[in-house]
């Protein structure tokens, strides 16, 4: 069984300094892994996705995530963070059982 | 030209209610799904189908039931309404099955009084 966890309930930043947020998968085969964000009130909105072409995988608004097999994480990062980047980030995970596995969220806050 | 919406946006309702909700995409995919949000934010999938055909059944209440009249519809109707139901709940659809990238509509609020 294929599982995601998103190891900070909460990240605060300050803007403009640089953001991170963690997940690790597990699985017992390469999964695609996503990287979705929901912003107050609103749907959830793909940020990006790995399907094994790259490791690092480039997004939208300045996100970007690196797929690490030996660590099996996939960490969301942006160089710069901006009042528009608050929102619930949610890492999920593909399966081969049409199903995608949803990590619990993390909240960013982003102070100015 | 939204890709997948949902109505109604916001629904209050009484305990014991019958309500439902409508979800409908334009991007051609043939797969559709529908998930709760709980208070916690947390994502869970409760039904899939592709192309009209029921292909994920999570362990929901059969108070819940699903019809996909043609595969851009798949609504949500909820018999006898309890607290419990109180949740946000999106409807997304994907090109195919599998993993592939879902789209999510803008989500329906749903509280039960």
């Keep these: 069984a294929q599982s995601v966890t998103q190891l900070d309930s909460h990240v605060s930043v300050s803007e403009g300094t640089p953001v991170l947020l963690r997940c690790n998968y597990s699985s017992s085969y390469s999964p695609s892994l996503f990287w979705y964000v929901q912003h107050p009130n609103k749907g959830l909105q793909l940020l990006l996705k790995y399907t094994s072409a790259a490791t690092l995988v480039k997004g939208i608004n300045g996100f970007e995530a690196e797929f690490k097999k030996s660590e099996t994480s996939f960490h969301l990062t942006k160089p710069s963070a901006h009042m528009s980047d608050a929102a619930e980030y949610f890492c999920v995970s593909g399966g081969s059982n049409y199903k995608l596995t949803f990590g619990k969220g993390t909240l960013l806050t982003v102070n100015p | ?113």
């Excluded at chain 2, 014991?16 to 334009?26: F, L, T």
């Excluded at chain 2, 909820?78 to 990238?101: H, K, M, P, W």
Aim: charged content about 20%; some cysteine.
């Design chain 2, 1 to 113: 030209d939204t890709a997948v919406s949902q109505t109604p946006k916001y629904l209050v309702t009484q305990m014991g209610n019958d309500k439902s909700i409508k979800c409908e995409q334009n991007l051609g995919h043939d797969t559709m799904y529908w998930y709760k949000q709980d208070s916690k934010k947390f994502l869970k999938i409760m039904f899939s189908y592709n192309n009209k055909e029921l292909i994920i059944n999570e362990t929901v209440p059969n108070r819940f039931s699903p019809k996909s009249p043609d595969k851009a519809h798949l609504n949500l109707h909820i018999n006898s309404l309890e607290l419990g139901d109180s949740a946000v709940y999106f409807c997304a659809s994907s090109l195919r099955t599998g993993q592939e990238t879902q789209y999510f509509g803008p989500g329906t609020r749903l509280l039960v009084l």
